[in-house]
């Protein structure tokens, strides 16, 4: 956990990632490792069997980083002048903000308030602002803003109310959890008394060695993730002279990091989406016939960028915009917000489904995929629209 002030993306640049890079070159045009394996083609690579990939790269746990939050929230709330917000917890996508105040309200014994219903947002119902008012004394947590607002004309008086009455204390003490572009959004129209913000810290190359191949190299279950570009280790032993010794990272992770801009869930899904198996196992060329160890899990190199095309309408940057900026909608509900015909919008989501952009999740809720969304990103931030601060 960090202060949202203080994330800092990871970049790919230090001169011991030169080091390593010139040490790779050479083994490249020697077309072997220490190993003495070879890199392998795509061709002699397939995807990993479901509950093999779910054993090497298990789903993210959120329980770890609800125990940072409660350490510094036990420091917040001693020093807190009111009863009100003590503190606000905003995530990126995909880096499970809602799931770790939920994991943190069970420990603390913290009532969930439940967010109002799109019907409710679109009314402007205050019995949801009384449901939360009368869910009873001491602590709460309300883990999704994200869901309290719709960005409407109509859409903006609950949540607005809802703040009004957490900061003044009205609710007791409790914290927010906020998807970080509707906390970009919302910031801008409603008004924010000082309160602790915080995140989840950039994961760098050396934080997901530590939590994506350190724990495959168990003497129990001893993993070894080779590179298929250059058949390197991603695991290296530590070099003699190395400021990082302690601690080798592969420019595999380094640049998985920098290219997630230190999004632990967009990281997870890409490293899961590039571990492989060799289905025709390289022989190395060091004079006899051995093949790589059966152990052996290729990490396949970079994959395309899933993005939208640079020509692409405003339609589809008004469709993906809407669909961060309230982490995820429902088709009828897309159709309220935009000004595109529902046969038409109905059509564009199909389009960019087709394209791997967008997914659809909980039945009808639509959301970008962990895939696609550097790049979305990118292309909304190039157009000149509004995006989260990550």
């Avoid at 059509?347 to 960019?352: A, D, K, R, V, Y």
Wanted: proline share 9%; with cysteine; hydrophobic share 45%.
């Amino acid at each position: 956990m960090a202060a949202m002030d203080d994330y800092c993306p990871p970049a790919d640049s230090t001169p011991a990632a030169l080091r390593r890079q010139w040490r790779l070159l050479a083994r490249l045009f020697s077309r072997q490792d220490p190993h003495g394996t070879l890199a392998q083609p795509a061709a002699t690579l397939s995807s990993l069997p479901p509950a093999q990939l779910d054993r090497l790269a298990p789903p993210l746990r959120w329980e770890g980083a609800a125990r940072a939050f409660d350490q510094i929230y036990a420091t917040k709330a001693g020093n807190a002048p009111t009863p009100g917000v003590i503190g606000i917890l905003v995530g990126q996508p995909f880096c499970g903000h809602a799931d770790i105040l939920a994991h943190w309200a069970r420990e603390r014994s913290a009532r969930l308030l439940a967010p109002p219903t799109a019907q409710e947002i679109l009314a402007a119902d205050v019995q949801w602002l009384t449901r939360c008012c009368d869910s009873g004394p001491g602590l709460w947590a309300l883990p999704a803003l994200e869901r309290c607002y719709l960005r409407n004309a109509n859409g903006l008086a609950l949540v607005r109310g809802f703040l009004d009455l957490a900061f003044s204390g009205a609710l007791g003490p409790g914290v927010i959890g906020c998807d970080s572009w509707a906390w970009a959004y919302l910031q801008r129209i409603c008004a924010w008394p000082a309160t602790p913000v915080l995140t989840l810290q950039a994961f760098d190359g050396a934080a997901l060695t530590t939590l994506l191949l350190q724990p495959q190299a168990q003497p129990t279950q001893a993993v070894r993730f080779l590179s298929a570009h250059s058949g390197t280790s991603l695991l290296p032993e530590p070099e003699d002279g190395e400021e990082d010794a302690a601690a080798p990272v592969s420019p595999e992770l380094r640049q998985l990091a920098a290219r997630c801009r230190g999004n632990l869930g967009v990281a997870w899904h890409f490293w899961r989406e590039r571990l492989r198996t060799a289905t025709e196992p390289q022989k190395a060329q060091t004079g006899d016939d051995a093949p790589p160890p059966t152990d052996a899990i290729w990490v396949a190199p970079e994959l395309e960028p899933r993005a939208p095309a640079s020509d692409a309408g405003d339609e589809t940057a008004l469709v993906l915009h809407a669909l961060l900026l309230h982490n995820g909608l429902e088709a009828p509900l897309l159709a309220t917000l935009l000004p595109i015909a529902a046969a038409h919008l109905n059509l564009q989501l199909l389009h960019l489904h087709a394209l791997g952009l967008v997914e659809r999740q909980d039945a009808d809720r639509w959301q970008v995929t962990p895939l696609a969304y550097p790049g979305v990103r990118a292309f909304l931030r190039a157009r000149g629209y509004l995006t989260d601060s990550f």
